[in-house]
């Protein structure tokens, strides 16, 4: 399968990368520093040069995938909000169905607060919702499309070893989840882009 990895340079994609090419996937990762994965030295790893926020860089870049993988961060501003609407046009265009998303846990249902999301809740924690706001966003885009899509919602992410001994929970984070290492998360996200056990979904994730 030809797979097409956004956000492969950062913790958690950096780490599906791998995990595709070690199963015999072909990737290609679409990334403005190609210079950065040159020492990955796959002939299964194709690197497109381009910015995920220019239309033409992500019609290019979906064009020849058959799956899509998104571990794009917020970077600090609208990074998610300006690439998801190409993301989904170009997918649309050549009919490419399947896409997952590394969300945060932020944008899951409170339990304690009905109609609310954990990062509306009175006792969140957090001091910024800007980057909640930025994933909300981009979640609420793909629900809207017609793309078998899967957001996956780790709690506080820690570096770290996969450990395989995570729990998951459709649109909620499980009870008194309180961490999830990169390594579970990124073994996470892209065994469920093959697997399609939680489409048109989020998923909570923690130990």
Sequence with gaps: MRILLLGATGRVGRRVLNQALAAGHEVQALIRNPKKLENIGSASLFLYEGDVCREDNIVHAVAQAQLVIS????????????????????MDVYGVRRIVTVGTAGILQSREHHGLLRYESPNSRRSSTRAAEEHRKA??????????????????????????????????????GMSISVGDTADFTYQEALACQYVKARVGLAY
């Design 71 to 90: 571990c794009l961060s917020t970077d600090g501003g609208t990074v998610l909000t300006e690439s998801v609407p190409y993301l989904i046009k170009a």
């Design 139 to 176: 979640w609420e885009l793909l629900a809207a499309s017609s793309l078998d899509w899967t957001v996956v919602c780790p709690t506080y992410l820690p570096d770290g070893e996969p450990l395989g001994n995570y729990r998951v929970e459709r649109d909620y984070l499980p009870e008194e």
